[in-house]
């Protein structure tokens, strides 16, 4: 049984820092874990997913250069620091995990992941 809890959202002024956390029980059974978001009215969104072996992580142009995913495997946690906070980052953010994803661009798409969290809200204010 896989299960994700997040925590670490919160309101925060435009350039300030957040950073989020996701305990992933059950990670032995995951490959990769990500973070996507959803803002009102619009679709999940790809944010960044790493390979728990450390074979690489992966971001969403937006984000690059602020955002930095890692992963903990003797916690089983994954952490979204996220900096240089803008407006459109508000959003809820929703940890997944899943085990094998084949071709690797699908890890870009919410349909191949199995397994989310609950979501938590991150609110950026101007």
């Known amino acids: 049984q896989v299960q994700l809890v997040e925590s670490g959202g919160g309101l925060v002024q435009a350039g300030g820092s957040l950073r989020l956390s996701c305990v992933v029980s059950?990670?032995?059974?995951?490959?990769?874990a990500a973070w996507f978001r959803q803002a009102p009215g619009k679709e999940r969104e790809f944010v960044a997913v790493i390979d728990w072996s450390g074979d690489g992580a992966y971001y969403t142009d937006s984000v690059k250069g602020r955002f930095t995913i890692s992963g903990d495997n003797a916690k089983s946690t994954v952490t979204l620091q996220m900096n240089s906070l803008k407006l459109e980052d508000t959003a809820v953010y929703h940890c997944?995990?899943?085990?094998?994803?084949?071709?690797?661009?699908?890890?870009?798409?919410?349909?191949?992941?199995?397994?989310w969290g609950q979501g938590t809200q991150v609110t950026v204010s101007s």
């Open positions: 997944a995990a899943a085990g094998s994803v084949w071709p690797k661009s699908r890890l870009y798409v919410a349909s191949a992941y199995g397994y």
């Open positions: 059950g990670r032995s059974y995951t490959k990769y």
